[in-house]
């Protein structure tokens, strides 16, 4: 396995190995994402808690499985204002009575629940939030933070650029995988929680990039 992966062939996940393209220009829709990866994104979720800011800070929240794993678990006390432009995170965030929710419309993609559109990045230039939780279809060094949708992209490279800090939450299938569209360079990010079946050649070159990484 690590001779297919060193040579590009395969990428090593939990118990294998799959084919590996160059570039991926298809994902999963919510529901198959939702199955995928569970155990995961609930221990990525508990870890990313670490990186909220204060009481009465404020946090945008991307649309996805693993963010949405975030929200469920915001401890009641901790006071929020929360941007989210994903329209399940909305409906999940606008349940906590500890939380002022802010939410930005647009153009829904229906494989995300997430709002893109000139719009959307409009409304996000106006915003500045203590701390973004993100999440992306691939991570790598070379490439930085990818998914597949350029409208998708626009959105995710504003926010990034309004929040003081970036917190990415991607499970491990994730690393060493480049999607069509670039968001936002390793540079760009603060930290990077993953799970502890991160290949650790991978954590390393992350780590020796700057990136603070988090095994969950």
Known sequence: LAALER??????????????????????????????????KQRIAAAA?????PVDGSIIVDAGTSTAALIDLLPDEHTLTAVTHGIAAAAQLSR???????????QVRGATGAAIGAG???????VGVDVAFLGANGLSVERGLTTVDFGEAAVKRTIVARAGRTVVLADSSKLDTDYLVTFAPITSVDVLVTDTDAPAECVARLRDAGMEVVLA
């Open 7 to 40: 040579r590009g062939l395969a990428r090593r996940v939990h118990g294998g190995a799959v084919a590996r393209s160059s570039v991926q220009a298809v994902e999963l829709d919510l529901r198959e994402r939702e199955a995928r990866q569970s155990p995961q």
């Open 49 to 53: 808690l670490a990186f909220l800011p």
């Open 96 to 106: 906590l009575e500890q939380v002022d929710l802010h939410v930005i419309g647009g």
């Open 120 to 126: 959307t990045v409009a409304a996000y230039e106006t």
